[in-house]
């Protein structure tokens, strides 16, 4: 993959913390900040899906007024052929 070169300007004590953390990790600087930002992307991630789990949830009664009798007729020959391997 390549590499972008990223300046970041930070106070003394962001900087000093990271450079520890870093050390402590056994990793460089860079690889650590490159860390954060992936396991903060993947935060946001799963921020979404529970905020879609807990929408979902919370309006169920609504959907499965509205959508329930058709999903009931299609999701059950579904679940039967997956479960017998088939569709």
Request: charged share 40%; aromatic share 6%; proline share 0%.
């Given at each position: 993959?390549?590499?972008?070169?990223?300046?970041?300007?930070v106070?003394e004590?962001t900087?000093?913390?990271?450079?520890?953390?870093?050390?402590a990790?056994?990793m460089?600087?860079?690889?650590?900040?490159?860390e954060?930002?992936?396991?903060?992307?993947?935060?946001?991630?799963?921020?979404?899906?529970?905020?879609?789990?807990d929408?979902?949830?919370?309006?169920?009664?609504v959907?499965?007024?509205?959508?329930?009798?058709e999903?009931?007729?299609?999701g059950?020959?579904?679940?039967?052929?997956a479960?017998?391997?088939?569709?």
């Amino acid at each position: 993959m390549a590499k972008t070169q990223l300046n970041v300007r930070v106070d003394e004590g962001t900087a000093r913390a990271a450079r520890e953390r870093a050390l402590a990790r056994g990793m460089s600087v860079n690889r650590y900040i490159e860390e954060l930002v992936r396991q903060d992307a993947g935060e946001a991630g799963r921020a979404f899906v529970e905020a879609a789990a807990d929408f979902m949830k919370q309006y169920e009664s609504v959907f499965a007024e509205e959508f329930g009798k058709e999903r009931e007729g299609r999701g059950e020959g579904r679940g039967d052929a997956a479960r017998e391997g088939r569709r």
